[in-house]
């Protein structure tokens, strides 16, 4: 072999090297610039929780931990004494935990139906289903509260899980109709040739394959959740059952001109809950078992 | 294929896995779409909450209304552009994203959820103070060196403004959804492509997006009703100003029911949103060819 050939060929190597650096790089600035602004808000909001003025440019003023003493301490401004933040993360916790348990397990099922079952009029099912997204959530909030009233549950926890889950369930159900569309027929049929009953390999032979869509649906429902707020300032009269939305909005109310900083401050926390269950979610479901997906 | 079953065990099966979904369904949807139907033909008002019917007049006077016209054109504008924004965008990083390591991808996304997972109200605090008009504005120090004086951004680009501010939130739902979808495709497929030799282009343009169709044609209709159907950030940050340049057919609504209290009148205009959605999202069914996406079922085993 030649020496020029030696040449080119490293030649090429180095080329080619050069073209990944090039490629990822592009790829990962221009996931940077969209991003950009996200990053300097919050970094901005964050600044602005350990500033005792408010700030004007970029720089924090009199760096102080004020902001944050909600943790620790229940915050008084005049005659309002606002509740301990704990319990209100508690009640927030156990909303969008139940949000999320009932909303994925419905349109679990619901879903795998719409799919794979031979069910009648399932077109006009998943149109019926679409359609009543169109209906603005506030139009239907009166009814709604005559609805629980006569099941008894207004003033519970209960009333902002089940209402939320149930005007979040068409989007779960739709979304992950798609992924159950994707997995080949073939691992089911297989399933069920080994003896299988159809719910059986719905729970450990299908679910398993579809598990980034119940990421997705996850963190929308802990997030419709979490971040309820006019369910359960109408459903809920006992202050100790406000979760954090209610206070948000209450510290807005008392605060706002008052302590920007601790507006901040509560800001962010708030962020954080949601967030974490982001990503454990995304972690521990966008990795897909690839056995069984082989001979698709 | 074909392994047995009766229409005893289809129906039992189909109970199981479709009941607690129509169940809650027919619970929590059913009688409030009817009563919002009902109330858009009386002229209940929080003064005189009474079950008054007046027939068509409510519709009527939407058509009579001196600013319909403008509030129409205004939806239109905001909802097409947000969604071309939304799923675009949302399409664009989420392929960007498939292309880097995992947790690169994953903080991404982490930090794309942040305007969502904020209290609203403070989400809108955020642009109020990056779109202020003073020369204490986060743009207008960015600009000023160049422009000299200070944009009253929320005046002269009002509409523009929004659009980018529900856009930094719609984008994250899209974001997520196809990144999953995108997680989803059995890798087979794209090693396989990759083996024979196909660029990159090519494997996006011919596997992974016809695979991704339910997730777009999903978002793009989930998203053209939820935009229709929201006003929440447009209050905060502009309240429909000024004058009338923001108010969108929602927003519109909403200032009818509960500032002049006009329900009857306010459901009156719900009522022709969610028609001119539906509407919408049938022409877009059609468009994506939503018939051929219900895959006919293969397996009738129950």
Same mark, same amino acid.
């Given at each position: 072999?030649?020496?020029?050939?030696?040449?080119?060929?490293?030649?090429?190597?180095?080329?080619?090297?050069?073209?990944?650096?090039?490629?990822?790089?592009?790829?990962?600035?221009?996931?940077?610039?969209?991003?950009?602004?996200?990053?300097?808000?919050?970094?901005?909001?964050?600044?602005?929780?350990?500033?005792?003025?408010?700030?004007?440019?970029?720089?924090?003023?009199?760096?102080?931990?004020?902001?944050?003493?909600?943790?620790?301490?229940?915050?008084?401004?005049?005659?309002?004494?606002?509740?301990?933040?704990?319990?209100?993360?508690?009640?927030?916790?156990?909303?969008?935990?139940?949000?999320?348990? =009932?909303?994925?397990? =419905?349109?679990?099922?619901?879903?795998?139906?719409?799919?794979?079952?031979?069910?009648?009029?399932?077109?006009?099912?998943?149109?019926?289903?679409?359609?009543?997204?169109?209906?603005?959530? =506030?139009?239907?909030?009166?009814?709604?509260?005559?609805?629980?009233?006569?099941?008894?549950?207004?003033?519970?926890?209960?009333?902002?899980?089940?209402?939320?889950?149930?005007?979040? =369930?068409?989007?779960?159900?739709?979304?992950?109709?798609?992924?159950? @569309?994707?997995?080949?027929? @073939?691992?089911?049929?297989?399933?069920?040739? @080994?003896?299988?009953?159809?719910?059986?390999?719905?729970?450990?032979? $299908?679910?398993?394959?579809?598990?980034?869509?119940?990421?997705?649906?996850?963190?929308?429902?802990?997030?419709?959740?979490?971040?309820?707020?006019?369910?359960?300032?109408?459903?809920?009269?006992?202050?100790?059952?406000?979760?954090?939305? $209610?206070?948000?909005?209450?510290?807005?109310?008392?605060?706002?001109?008052? @302590?920007?900083?601790?507006?901040?401050?509560?800001?962010?926390?708030?962020?954080?809950?949601?967030?974490?269950?982001?990503?454990?979610?995304?972690?521990?479901?966008?990795?897909?078992?690839?056995?069984?997906?082989?001979?698709? | !294929?074909?392994?047995?079953?009766?229409?005893?065990?289809?129906?039992? !099966?189909?109970?199981?896995?479709?009941?607690?979904?129509?169940?809650?369904?027919?619970?929590? *949807?059913?009688?409030?779409?009817?009563?919002?139907?009902?109330?858009?033909?009386?002229?209940?008002?929080?003064?005189?909450?009474? *079950?008054?019917?007046?027939?068509?007049?409510?519709?009527?006077?939407?058509?009579?209304?001196?600013?319909?016209?403008?509030?129409?054109?205004?939806?239109?504008?905001?909802?097409?552009?947000?969604?071309?924004?939304?799923?675009?965008?949302?399409?664009?990083?989420?392929?960007?994203?498939?292309?880097?390591?995992?947790?690169?991808?994953?903080?991404?996304?982490?930090? +794309?959820?942040?305007?969502?997972?904020?209290?609203?109200?403070?989400?809108?605090?955020? *642009?109020?103070?990056?779109?202020?008009?003073?020369?204490?504005?986060?743009?207008?120090?960015?600009? !000023?060196?160049?422009?000299?004086?200070?944009?009253? +951004?929320?005046?002269?680009?009002? !509409?523009?403004?929004?659009?980018?501010?529900?856009?930094?939130?719609?984008?994250?739902?899209?974001?997520?959804?196809?990144?999953?979808?995108?997680?989803?495709?059995?890798?087979?497929?794209?090693?396989?492509?990759?083996?024979?030799?196909?660029?990159?282009?090519?494997?996006?343009?011919?596997?992974?997006?016809?695979?991704?169709? *339910?997730?777009?044609?999903?978002?793009?209709?989930?998203?053209?009703?939820?935009?229709?159907?929201?006003?929440?950030?447009?209050?905060?940050?502009?309240?429909?100003?000024?004058?009338?340049?923001?108010?969108? +057919?929602?927003?519109?609504?909403?200032?009818?029911?509960?500032?002049?209290?006009?329900?009857?009148?306010?459901?009156?205009?719900?009522?022709?949103?969610?028609?001119?959605?539906?509407?919408?999202?049938?022409?877009?069914?059609?468009?994506?060819?939503?018939?051929?996406?219900?895959?006919?079922?293969?397996?009738?085993?129950?």
């Amino acid at each position: 072999m030649s020496r020029r050939v030696e040449i080119k060929v490293k030649r090429s190597i180095a080329y080619y090297k050069v073209k990944k650096v090039l490629v990822k790089a592009v790829i990962y600035g221009t996931l940077t610039a969209f991003t950009l602004p996200i990053v300097i808000m919050y970094a901005w909001l964050f600044m602005q929780s350990v500033s005792e003025k408010v700030l004007l440019g970029f720089i924090p003023s009199n760096f102080t931990i004020k902001g944050w003493r909600f943790l620790w301490q229940s915050i008084k401004f005049g005659e309002v004494i606002l509740p301990p933040i704990w319990p209100i993360v508690l009640n927030s916790l156990i909303i969008a935990g139940g949000v999320t348990i =009932i909303e994925i397990s =419905i349109a679990l099922l619901a879903g795998y139906a719409l799919s794979r079952l031979n069910v009648p009029y399932r077109e006009p099912l998943l149109l019926l289903i679409i359609a009543l997204h169109a209906f603005p959530g =506030i139009t239907l909030l009166i009814a709604i509260f005559y609805l629980l009233n006569s099941l008894g549950l207004i003033n519970t926890l209960l009333s902002v899980i089940i209402a939320k889950a149930a005007l979040e =369930i068409p989007m779960g159900t739709w979304l992950i109709k798609g992924f159950f @569309d994707a997995v080949p027929w @073939d691992i089911e049929a297989a399933a069920l040739v @080994d003896g299988c009953s159809r719910l059986k390999a719905w729970y450990k032979v $299908v679910l398993p394959i579809v598990k980034p869509g119940i990421a997705a649906i996850a963190i929308f429902a802990f997030l419709a959740g979490w971040n309820e707020f006019i369910f359960a300032f109408t459903f809920i009269l006992d202050h100790r059952l406000y979760p954090l939305s $209610v206070h948000v909005y209450q510290l807005i109310g008392e605060f706002r001109y008052i @302590d920007y900083t601790l507006l901040a401050a509560t800001a962010l926390f708030y962020c954080i809950p949601p967030l974490v269950f982001f990503v454990i979610t995304q972690k521990a479901f966008m990795k897909v078992a690839l056995v069984g997906v082989r001979g698709a | !294929m074909r392994l047995g079953g009766s229409k005893t065990r289809l129906f039992l !099966m189909t109970s199981i896995f479709l009941g607690p979904c129509i169940l809650i369904i027919a619970l929590f *949807w059913i009688s409030p779409v009817f009563s919002t139907v009902f109330l858009s033909f009386t002229d209940m008002s929080l003064r005189r909450p009474e *079950w008054h019917f007046v027939g068509l007049r409510n519709y009527e006077y939407i058509g009579k209304h001196p600013f319909i016209t403008k509030v129409a054109i205004n939806t239109a504008i905001y909802v097409s552009a947000t969604l071309a924004w939304n799923v675009l965008v949302g399409l664009f990083l989420s392929l960007l994203s498939f292309y880097v390591d995992d947790r690169s991808s994953l903080l991404f996304r982490a930090l +794309w959820l942040l305007p969502r997972a904020s209290p609203p109200v403070v989400y809108g605090l955020l *642009w109020l103070w990056v779109l202020d008009s003073s020369e204490y504005g986060l743009l207008n120090q960015l600009i !000023m060196p160049i422009t000299k004086k200070p944009i009253p +951004w929320l005046v002269d680009y009002a !509409m523009p403004a929004i659009i980018i501010i529900n856009g930094f939130i719609g984008a994250s739902f899209s974001l997520i959804v196809f990144s999953s979808a995108l997680k989803a495709i059995p890798p087979d497929y794209i090693m396989a492509a990759r083996v024979d030799g196909a660029s990159e282009l090519r494997i996006i343009k011919d596997i992974i997006l016809p695979l991704m169709k *339910w997730p777009i044609l999903f978002v793009t209709a989930w998203q053209t009703l939820s935009l229709l159907a929201s006003y929440e950030y447009i209050l905060i940050v502009t309240d429909g100003g000024p004058f009338y340049d923001t108010e969108v +057919w929602s927003l519109f609504a909403y200032h009818q029911a509960f500032k002049h209290l006009e329900l009857g009148f306010g459901a009156a205009l719900a009522m022709v949103l969610v028609i001119v959605a539906l509407i919408i999202v049938l022409i877009q069914m059609k468009v994506f060819k939503f018939r051929r996406m219900i895959t006919p079922v293969k397996i009738e085993h129950t």
